[in-house]
């Protein structure tokens, strides 16, 4: 007995040593909880900064959509949604110190399926995202085609443009060269006037030195006499009853001057007809120089045309342009906004990822503390293996304090299980986390690249628009240097034109002149004078007397009334000249009448009596 009893000592000894053993593994295992729980406690304060640092990236999320309209609702919502579950996560680590599993577990599955419900919001926010971002692409691509359109508009009004300048400068080429034509014809009817008055000025002063004056005034006051008239034309019975009683008041001297007096009126008459082609060749000149001038008034009228059309399309050219600014600044408007949602996106992919960085390391801390927790867990294990080993051996000594021993180690069993399960969880949520994040960091990298490549597509829209502006206004400032050229010569070739008219006209009065000069001639020039109006006289009569007269009579009276047209000039100035200037002016007329017989006669003339007809053309000049 007593060695039963040294046994039972001995084992009680034992067993209370491995108890006291236990009680210190146990007290170990308790050191050991207290260390997990104090990780898990810094675990959660990790996991407070993440949400800290998520909850930053949520705002610069949030103050991108706040430019983005669509999507503001849903965003406040979504943010009341997590400080939802920020406080609902804040109230479930408040209670994970007093709360049993089993409400854990619960809370924990609402948080799941809270965090799963704020991810598939964060998916519905992206693609808001993502669909305003097409949009934008959209209108950038419609504004880029509404530009290109107007500079396609703008290079086919620029080309219509210098067509009509080439047109316009092709009439002023035209214009030019026919001024510089009707220029020289001036200058040969100049050369010609100027010629013929110096021939006739001449002649006038040799046929006046030459001959005497009462021999010339007995002959012009005689009737024309037979050489006068045309060739091959015999004198008729009335014509020489007439000259006949004239024929006989006359002396030696009237009949020897009668002959160069007919080759004076001759003269005279090719005088007044070179005059009257003159005049005409003068007419015809005016006539061109109105043709010319109306063709430059009608160039006149092209050009203000083309100017006003030139005005329209430099209206339309504005407008495009006022336009075309527009559209810039709507693309830099753009642009800025594209470039500072670029600025968030990166500022908002930097913080996701350090939220990324810092989940990567509460997810390393998180696997540490499961691997700890299953060195736990085998520590746990091998505890419990020596617990049953002593159970078995201290089952006879005591029942009570075994089993509460193994109340213990149960208890510290199903603590350990449960924050082996919430290391897991929450090692999981962080990994889930981590790749959102690293997700919308790849979304963000990707929105920010086509920023990018949107805003070096606007930049090189805006270099064609400036390129194209300074095109338009080169071609602008080209047309206005043409048109200011083409002003400047035809108001040089009208002033040419006008000095012209006005020398001509100077050169073509001298109907004045003669008139306030008649009343200086000489006897001889009034004797002539007379003579031309009574040889003038029968006119009237010899229209009473057509119906009488013979065919040669008749060509004689037609040719008669053709040499008595008077002047449209002369009968204009004759309201304003004196009886005596209007007694000259209409013997003057009178004296033009036989330009056309005499016209026929110079053929025939001697060279003596072409001498005499030019100086009579000469002398006759101020009449």
Known sequence: SKDLQEQQQ????????????????????????????????????QAEEVKQQRAAAEQHCEALQEQLANAKARSEEFQRQLAHACAQTEEVQQQLASSSTETLQQQLAEAKARAEELELQLVAGSASREVLRQELLREMAASRARAEDTLLQLKRDTEGLQAKVDELNTCRTEDRQRASNLQAKVASLQAQLAAAQEQQQQQCTEVEVSLPAPPIAAAARAPPPEAALPQGAAPSQEAGAAAQPAAKGTDDSGKAAALPHAALLAAWHEASQQAAALRAALDAAQRAAAQHSREREQAADARDALSAEAAALHVALTAAQRESASQVQELKDALGAAQQEAARTSAVCAALAAEAAALGAAADAAQQRSAEAAALQAALILAQQEALI??????????????????????LQAALTAAQRESTEEAAALQASLATAQQEAAAARAAHTQAVAALEDVRQQLTYLSEAQASSEQVQLQQAHQDQQYTSSLQQ??????????????????????????SKLSSVQNSRLAACKNSCKPCKRSNRMSSRLSSMQSSRLAACKNSCRPCKRS???????????????AACKNSCRPCKRSSRMSNKLSSVQSSRLAACKNSCRPY
Do not use: F
Not at 14 to 35: G, I, K, M, P
Not at 493 to 518: F, I
């Open 493 to 518: 070739a009208k002033q040419c034109a006008e000095q012209q008219v006005g020398s001509l006209q100077e050169q073509l009065q001298p109907c004045k002149r003669s008139t306030r000069m008649s």
């Open 10 to 45: 001995q084992q009680r000894a034992a067993a209370e040593a491995h108890n006291s053993t236990l009680q210190r593994q146990v007290a170990a295992a308790e050191a050991q909880a207290s260390t997990l729980q104090q990780q898990l406690a810094d675990a959660d304060v």
């Open 571 to 585: 009968s204009r100035m004759s309201n304003k000249l004196s009886s005596v200037q209007s007694s000259r002016l």
């Open 390 to 411: 002593a159970a078995a051996r201290t089952q006879e000594l005591g029942a009570a304090r075994s089993l509460r021993t193994e109340g213990q180690l149960a208890a």
